[in-house]
């Protein structure tokens, strides 16, 4: 039995939670510890079992370590924001414990998205004899696995890779983002990047769409984005020939989006007012809906999926790995939309990876280096089926 620390009261967090307590054969205790003590209240009241909840602040890594050392966790769950992977990290190593998480480091001031930083733990944790696992959501997350499952049972070769991405869900207000305000707009904002033949290739932010058929949903227009999983799977997918990412997104979003570059308000730099220094992308944070609080009135799904194309046996092959997932179904089962599901199920079917000995090799890995069977079967029992076509 093991205890697990979850840092993070937000949309993710509560899934993450949630989905502990339905495994309380592995987890005997969670405690939810984020900034502010009243989110996780709000999630404590809400579970079935009963569980700790404490107030931290994640940047802090030594009052972290002495957190996750007095509560007797064996491993931190991060569900906070990309700027505190770091620090998380550095507390797990500093108090012996695994990690999790969905999202690669970010610095507040340079929008980047890459791994150089938490790769160069590997050795830290390799030494220690705990294992960091990074990007363990779905996107990045599961649609590693399904690439490692691609690669070990479909083909010989893996040539050529796309995610495709589509919330076809609904959440009745005029604009807001699935996931927190800041990461998302950073996100969609960056310059497109897309691997091929050895090398990054950049396009101007949004600039290249296509339509795919979704699974389960139909055809949509999706446009080419970075997203972090293609950097690790250009490096631990073999003789991979071209990786690419694409999200749909709705012509009224992208309406919003235009506006709100254009008036300056995605900047993630300090303007001046009045006397201040004020970020107008946190600004916009503040001013945007919690994203947990979409959960309510969201209907419609979700559909991830790798398209992936390769050979076996000398002959040329195409599958799709895919999941669709129901906004309303999760609200009903967990009090969250489809995106803060699809996130943190993966993240504890990786945490029963590491506490029952699957995935159990110190280090820091991405999703697609570990064994995707158990993982697979875990994250569908939890309630994210995938399927093969
Ligand atoms: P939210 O903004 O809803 O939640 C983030 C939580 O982290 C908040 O409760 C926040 O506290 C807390 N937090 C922030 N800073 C600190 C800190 N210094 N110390 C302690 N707690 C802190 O975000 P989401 O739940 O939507 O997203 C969580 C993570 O999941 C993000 O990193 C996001 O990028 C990732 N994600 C990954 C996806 C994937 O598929 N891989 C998809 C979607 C999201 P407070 O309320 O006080 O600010």
Same mark, same amino acid.
């Given at each position: 039995?093991?205890?697990?620390?979850?840092? /993070?009261?937000?949309?993710v967090?509560? +899934?993450?939670?949630?989905?502990l307590i @339905?495994?309380?054969?592995?987890?005997?205790?969670v405690?939810?510890a984020?900034?502010?003590i009243?989110?996780c209240?709000?999630?404590? $009241?809400?579970?079935?079992?009963?569980?700790?909840?404490?107030?931290?602040?994640?940047?802090? %890594?030594?009052?972290?370590a002495?957190?996750?050392?007095?509560?007797?966790s064996?491993?931190?769950?991060?569900?906070?924001?990309p700027? @505190?992977?770091?620090?998380?990290?550095?507390?797990?190593?500093? *108090?012996?414990?695994?990690? !999790?998480?969905? $999202?690669?480091y =970010?610095?507040?001031?340079?929008?980047r998205?890459e791994?150089?930083?938490?790769?160069?733990y590997? &050795?830290?944790?390799?030494?220690?004899?705990?294992?960091?696992?990074?990007?363990?959501?779905?996107?990045?997350?599961?649609?590693? %696995?399904?690439?490692?499952?691609?690669?070990?049972?479909?083909?010989?070769?893996?040539?050529?890779v796309?995610? !495709?991405?589509?919330?076809?869900?609904?959440?009745?207000?005029p604009?807001?983002?699935?996931?927190?305000p800041?990461?998302?707009?950073?996100?969609?904002? *960056?310059?497109?990047?897309?691997?091929?033949?050895?090398?990054w290739?950049?396009?101007?932010?949004?600039?290249?769409s296509a339509?795919?058929?979704?699974?389960g949903v139909?055809?949509?227009?999706?446009?080419?984005?970075?997203? =972090?999983?293609? =950097?690790?799977?250009?490096?631990?997918?073999p /003789?991979?020939?071209?990786?690419r990412?694409?999200?749909t997104?709705?012509?009224?979003?992208?309406t919003?989006?235009? +506006?709100?570059?254009?008036?300056?308000?995605?900047? !993630?730099?300090?303007?001046?007012?009045?006397?201040?220094?004020?970020?107008?992308l946190?600004?916009?944070?503040?001013?945007?809906? &919690?994203p947990?609080?979409?959960?309510?009135?969201? #209907?419609?799904?979700?559909?991830?999926?790798c398209?992936?194309?390769?050979?076996r046996?000398?002959?040329e092959?195409?599958h799709?790995?895919?999941?669709?997932?129901?906004? %309303?179904?999760?609200?009903?089962?967990?009090?969250?939309q489809?995106?803060?599901?699809?996130? /943190?199920?993966?993240?504890?079917?990786? %945490?029963?990876?590491?506490? #029952?000995g699957?995935?159990?090799?110190?280090?820091?890995?991405?999703?697609?280096q570990?064994?995707?069977d158990p993982?697979?079967? =875990? *994250?569908s029992?939890?309630?994210l089926?995938?399927?093969l076509?």
């Amino acid at each position: 039995m093991a205890k697990a620390l979850v840092v /993070g009261a937000g949309a993710v967090g509560n +899934v993450v939670v949630h989905k502990l307590i @339905q495994r309380s054969n592995i987890f005997d205790g969670v405690l939810l510890a984020s900034r502010t003590i009243e989110k996780c209240e709000r999630i404590a $009241a809400r579970v079935s079992e009963s569980i700790e909840i404490a107030q931290v602040d994640a940047d802090d %890594a030594p009052k972290l370590a002495r957190l996750i050392r007095e509560s007797h966790s064996q491993l931190v769950i991060n569900a906070a924001l990309p700027y @505190q992977d770091l620090s998380i990290m550095e507390a797990c190593l500093d *108090a012996g414990v695994h990690y !999790i998480d969905t $999202a690669n480091y =970010e610095t507040p001031e340079v929008a980047r998205f890459e791994y150089r930083l938490q790769w160069g733990y590997h &050795d830290a944790f390799h030494v220690r004899g705990i294992t960091a696992v990074l990007g363990c959501g779905f996107d990045p997350g599961m649609t590693n %696995a399904y690439c490692a499952y691609a690669q070990k049972h479909l083909f010989d070769r893996i040539d050529t890779v796309d995610i !495709i991405d589509c919330n076809d869900g609904s959440h009745g207000r005029p604009f807001a983002t699935n996931f927190n305000p800041e990461v998302n707009i950073r996100e969609v904002t *960056a310059p497109g990047r897309y691997y091929e033949d050895g090398e990054w290739h950049v396009t101007k932010p949004l600039s290249q769409s296509a339509l795919f058929d979704f699974p389960g949903v139909g055809v949509r227009r999706a446009y080419l984005m970075y997203h =972090e999983e293609l =950097e690790s799977l250009a490096r631990f997918l073999p /003789g991979v020939r071209r990786l690419r990412f694409w999200m749909t997104f709705s012509d009224r979003y992208l309406t919003y989006l235009n +506006v709100l570059q254009d008036l300056g308000l995605t900047r !993630i730099d300090p303007v001046d007012y009045d006397g201040h220094p004020v970020v107008p992308l946190k600004l916009l944070k503040q001013l945007l809906p &919690d994203p947990a609080s979409l959960a309510e009135a969201y #209907t419609g799904r979700t559909s991830i999926a790798c398209l992936i194309r390769g050979v076996r046996g000398g002959v040329e092959r195409e599958h799709i790995l895919y999941n669709n997932c129901d906004h %309303a179904a999760c609200y009903k089962e967990v009090g969250s939309q489809a995106i803060s599901y699809t996130t /943190g199920v993966p993240a504890v079917a990786g %945490a029963v990876m590491l506490m #029952t000995g699957k995935w159990a090799q110190p280090g820091v890995f991405n999703v697609e280096q570990l064994d995707p069977d158990p993982f697979l079967l =875990e *994250a569908s029992n939890l309630g994210l089926p995938w399927y093969l076509a």
